[in-house]
Each structure stands twice: as structure tokens, then as C-alpha cells.
């Protein structure tokens, strides 16, 4: 692989181009390829992911000073839950560098969500090794915190299912409730559809990759209907 290429998305020139490899290789590569010199990513994960959140609640403090902590709180899980991240890593094309088993490399969906999302936080980790705190902190802005706007804009950050749970209870003094109606696909890339209800009435349905979403989605469109959102 031409990890150059990489090294030029990023936006660093590693010192230890080692390192940058550690950050792509998952354990499965490891129990193909037996040589004592590899190292899978966990511990880098590990330490991108404090970084991350640092960087992150940092920027959200400094950017949003009238905002109150909950709101900084829900702002902050919006940006670096495991669709966000993993997107960030999409963007930057590290689906080309993952270094798989062959099993490993063959899953989609969810589960290729899960791995790149902790990819995205192994290179965070690298470059804090490698570069410092400010190159760390430079990456995470060019390349997740920008998203923010997106996610107030569409209201992503609200958990719409509480939200819908406290109008419906003061209008109908009704709570909602969730069936899940539909599943479909295999179990490691999954597609929910569930249906809320007021009372007996069927209200609509909202779709996701996992019940939770399902939920989330159904519950947003809604709040968005009734202009809440």
C-alpha cells in the first residue's frame, strides 16, 4: 500500500511511518501474518479516543459560549459517535489502507463502521505520538469538527425520542411506544424498521441499522413534522 497518498489526506508527513501502518493494522491481520515486529491498533485506539474527546469539548467550549453544558454534552456525543467518525474516515479513504484478515476484510455495514470509526481514532493517536498535540488537534479540526454545522442544522444532536416522549405526554398524556416491524439483511449489516404508537394509533415508521436508530429516526421525523425540529 502507498501510504504517501494517505500521509498527503491526513495532512502529515509521519516521522515513524511505522507508526501510521500500526494505526491501520486491526488484531484480525495479526493472527494471519505471525511476525513478532507487528502491532495491531488497540493501544493507539485507546489513546485517540482521549485525545479526540479533549480536542473536541475544547472546540465546542471555546465556539458555543452561550451554551449550556447538556446541550455542549449532546453536541459532543453527535460528533464523535461511531457514524460520524467512521464517515470522517470514509471521507478520507481509509477503507484502502485497513489492513484485515481476510475474514475481517469481507465485512460491510455496521461491523466496517465499527473498525473504521476506531481506525479514525488509532491515527489520531498516531499523530499525537508522532507529531504532538497540536498536529493531533489540527487533523480533528480539518476533518470531523467542521460537521458540526451540519449536525445542529439537522438536529442530530437532540435525542428526538425523549423529545417526542415529553410533547406527547403534555398533549395527549400519552407515552409512546416502539415496535420493531421489520428486519432485514444479514445479522452484521442488519436494517430495522419500527413503527411508534399513541396509544393504539400507529403514528409512522423510521428506519435505521439498529433498533436505537430505528427509533431515533421515526421519533425526528415527527418532531420535524410538527415544526418541533
Known sequence: MDYNKIEEKI??????RNMLIQAFTHRSFLNENKDKELKHNERLEFLGDAVLELVTTDYLFRTFPDRH???LTSFRAALVNTQS????ATNLGFNDYLRLSKGESKDVGRARSY???NTFE???G???IDQGYDAAAKFIAETLLPSIDQIIKEG???DAKSK????????HSLTPSYETIKEEGPDHDKNFTVAVYFGDKEIDTGSGKSKQEAEQDVARKILKREGIL
Open 11 to 16: 495532512g502529515v508527513k509521519f516521522n515513524d
Open 69 to 71: 453544558e447538556g446541550d
Open 85 to 88: 467518525i467512521s464517515d470522517a
Open 115 to 117: 473498525i473504521l470509526a
Open 122 to 124: 488509532s491515527v489520531i
Open 126 to 128: 498516531a499523530i499525537y
Open 156 to 158: 442530530t444532536w437532540i
Open 164 to 171: 417526542l416522549q415529553e410533547v406527547v405526554q403534555e398533549k
